[in-house]
């Protein structure tokens, strides 16, 4: 009885999705691993449940939508398009040594919207739908802006290789804090002395020695000055109601320029919020929020979670994908600006369902 209750939630999100202009599709569940770890790494598999196919390879259960609809998109869509869908994914849940009070499931039900257009709105566009399907929940509309903070990382005073290891781990805090830390320390040379013995083991010498040359390059770096530093933390720690966290990241503009397309993109999205008739006074701003999803969103991103509810997931994500869009389109030679969200039916229906 519960399951059907959760799936008609999910139809009634659905049928509001399809409204605003969505065409319904359905992706596979069992999708090639290949792709998947391409994009997000081996980290994925500690999330999802993969299989070995004798024909096919190595499949993976779907642990989300985004991919497979970008990937049939680019194969087939039209532009500007907008799809929607309702279905199970699945993800492993490490519950570390003792199973918590209140598990998540590891198969759930989501409702998705995908949004591929090149219009500057659309950003508002897809958060204001969601807005206002679950306005009768009275839910927490948190937003952050990727995009803000991978600028930010961009114009640091590093090499090349520094910066790209940092942007690689933004989606990882405590690893990015590590090497923050370790990239502001004076690093002490290397000494790989030479040996006479044969050599052995997976990597080629030739890869063992652009290896150490890398490392030792890395050694004779430059620290990151504590100016930088401490307006990397003033900015990633930006959170107040949209509008005042506007004034704040304007102030931070002075002090790192290249912050400053990110922020006018920012006011430009409250603004059509609040033609939209949405109280962005409502809308939590939290620089780093994003940090925590799956790694693909990189400019606007969006939350609604619902108070008393800690331990609870949010009951709808979404943002800014156009870098993930690219990367699938260029077996096609296509690239469009994308941005879409999830709604979990199944917290809708602990919260009473929808009006």
């Excluded at 869908?85 to 003792?98: I, M, S």
């Excluded at 490392?215 to 100016?227: G, K, M, V």
Aim: with cysteine; aromatic share 8%.
């Amino acid at each position: 009885m519960t399951k059907r209750a959760k799936q008609a939630i999910g139809q009634k999100i659905l049928a509001a999705f399809r409204a605003a202009g969505a065409e319904e599709v359905a992706p596979d569940i069992l999708l090639p691993a290949e792709t998947l770890l391409e994009l997000y790494g081996e980290d994925i598999r500690a999330r999802a449940y993969v299989t070995q196919d004798p024909i096919r390879g190595e499949m993976m259960l779907r642990p989300d939508f985004t991919v497979p609809v970008v990937q049939m998109h680019m194969e087939n869509g039209a532009e500007p398009a907008r799809y929607c869908y309702l279905g199970e994914v699945f993800r492993k849940q490490d519950h570390g040594e003792l199973p918590p009070e209140h598990p998540r499931d590891n198969e759930y039900l989501q409702a998705g919207f995908e949004l591929f257009a090149r219009d500057p709105g659309a950003d508002a566009e897809v958060f204001a739908l969601f807005h206002g399907i679950l306005a009768p929940l009275g839910l927490q509309a948190t937003m952050g802006d990727m995009d803000l903070l991978m600028d930010a990382v961009r114009a640091l005073p590093l090499s090349g290789a520094r910066r790209a290891a940092l942007l690689h781990h933004i989606w990882r805090p405590k690893r990015f804090a590590r090497l923050l830390a370790r990239f502001s320390a004076e690093t002490s040379p290397r000494n790989f002395a030479e040996a006479p013995t044969v050599w052995t083991g997976l990597r080629s010498p030739d890869e063992m020695q652009a290896r150490i040359d890398r490392l030792q390059a890395d050694a004779a770096e430059t620290p990151l000055s504590p100016q930088w530093v401490d307006r990397l933390g003033r900015l990633f720690a930006v959170q107040a109601p949209a509008p005042r966290a506007l004034q704040q990241l304007r102030q931070l503009v002075q002090e790192i320029p290249d912050i400053a397309e990110a922020v006018d993109r920012l006011e430009r999205n409250l603004a059509d919020l609040s033609r939209r008739g949405i109280d962005i006074e409502r809308i939590h701003f939290d620089a780093s929020h994003g940090r925590h999803t799956m790694e693909y969103y990189d400019g606007m991103t969006f939350s609604f979670a619902a108070a008393g509810h800690a331990d609870w997931p949010p009951v709808a994500t979404g943002g800014r994908y156009d870098a993930l869009a690219a990367v699938l389109g260029q077996a096609q030679g296509r690239s469009i600006p994308a941005v879409g969200g999830i709604i979990r039916p199944g917290l809708v229906f602990e919260l009473g369902g929808l009006a």
